[in-house]
């Protein structure tokens, strides 16, 4: 992928992974992009090249996920992320940037521009809000918990479409693919911290409480967009949200589920870049 860069970066104790793809005119806004829970930067690659043409892209692996450090069992909850989000604002001299998170990123963001950062200019949040749909979380729960060892990408890849054959195949398989890492038994295995899936200590969110008291903060425009038939956030909490937001727009982007880039990424793209 042209001109994309991947680097590494010490911060809170633990290694970080970030792809960097620079800006292709000069004097563009960063973009700093926040995959969802199990997912990784790779995911970001299309629509981060897309943006590159009038943005400094920055996605980021967050602890535990893709290619950055595993940390303690029970230190991947949202301010400990929202932690190292601050990190790698102040490490990387961020100014004026734009940021957009997906699903747990997305809370993340909440957490974060809900302290109202002077860097911080405008903010997308996808398909999530402070008030979870219980019968969504529950899927997402048995999804994690199904088999995550293969024989094959192939295995994998069949699985996956097994539970969402919405998304473009091409585009679903690289996915899959960018997800997956190498066992020394030669089997394929998802690229995050085993002790995110394996029934260990759960992960602390904010309260539902302080996650409105933060949305309520929020002082940049911000965009959210929902998944037209999402499982997670219903379209009432969405339509909240756009009511304590103080500068809030909602987008629904048609024909997809939670994983609103995945499912219909020219959709996505486009509810996006118009409003960035």
Not at 16 to 41: K, M, N
Not at 163 to 181: F, G, I, T, W
Not at 205 to 230: A, F, H, K, Q
């Amino acid at each position: 992928m042209a001109n994309v860069r991947d680097e590494y970066i010490e911060m809170r104790g633990l290694r970080f992974h970030f792809r960097d793809w620079p800006a292709q005119e000069p004097g563009s806004r960063d973009l700093v992009l926040l995959h969802g829970y199990t997912g990784h930067a790779r995911s970001w690659n299309a629509f981060a090249a897309t943006m590159s043409a009038n943005h400094r892209v920055l996605a980021l692996d967050q602890r535990g996920h893709g290619e950055s450090g595993w940390a303690a069992p029970d230190a991947y909850g949202t301010d400990e992320m929202v932690k190292d989000l601050e990190s790698f604002v102040f490490a990387l001299g961020l100014k004026r940037f734009a940021l957009l998170g997906l699903s747990m990123g997305g809370l993340v963001s909440i957490g974060y521009a809900g302290t109202q950062p002077a860097e911080l200019d405008r903010l997308v949040i996808v398909d999530i809000a402070p008030s979870l749909a219980r019968s969504g979380m529950l899927k997402i729960q048995k999804n994690v918990a199904s088999e995550d060892v293969f024989d094959s990408v192939d295995d994998a890849f069949a699985q996956a479409r097994r539970y969402n054959p919405v998304p473009p195949e091409a585009h679903h398989r690289q996915r899959v693919v960018d997800s997956l890492m190498l066992t020394e038994a030669g089997k394929w295995t998802y690229r995050y911290d085993r002790a995110l899936r394996a029934g260990g200590p759960p992960r602390a969110r904010m309260s539902e409480e302080e996650g409105w008291r933060r949305v309520s903060c929020i002082d940049v425009p911000t965009l959210l967009v929902r998944g037209e038939n999402s499982d997670i956030l219903d379209r009432e909490v969405a339509d909240r949200m756009i009511r304590t937001l103080p500068d809030g727009r909602l987008v629904e982007v048609a024909g997809s589920g939670h994983p609103v880039p995945l499912d219909n990424p020219e959709g996505f793209l486009a509810a996006v870049r118009d409003f960035l």
